[in-house]
């Protein structure tokens, strides 16, 4: 079964930087795509930014130049680094990881908060 867990979340002014860490366990296909979606009140869930396991990466534009994802497939870990936080970006953060082997498994983490404010 695999698992995802989230840390890193806070409390944080407007401008400043937070990085958010993904930790995944379980039995993962080699080839697979991890990323980070979040989800702010009274809103759906978004994409925030994904990378696949060949280290493509895809941004949603509000966050473009100003958030960086990585990972280390032989860790299983997934990073977000998230600079010039606005209040805007206040959110939960999840970790998703997707990947296909004849059906297709989708896993979430548990989510992190994130509140950007003064």
């Known amino acids: 079964q695999v698992q995802l867990v989230e840390s890193g979340g806070g409390l944080v002014q407007p401008g400043g930087s937070l990085r958010l860490s993904c930790a995944a366990s379980g039995s993962i296909p080699s080839i697979n795509t991890m990323g980070w979606y979040r989800q702010a009140p009274g809103k759906q869930r978004e994409l925030v930014a994904t990378?696949?396991?060949?280290?493509?990466?895809n941004f949603a534009d509000p966050v473009k130049g100003r958030f960086t994802i990585s990972r280390d497939n032989a860790k299983k870990t997934l990073s977000l680094q998230m600079n010039s936080l606005k209040a805007e970006d206040t959110a939960v953060y999840y970790c998703?990881?997707?990947?296909?082997?004849?059906?297709?498994?989708?896993?979430w983490g548990q989510g992190t908060q994130v509140t950007v404010s003064a």
């Open positions: 990378i696949t396991s060949g280290g493509s990466a």
């Open positions: 998703n990881l997707r990947y296909s082997l004849a059906i297709s498994y989708n896993y």
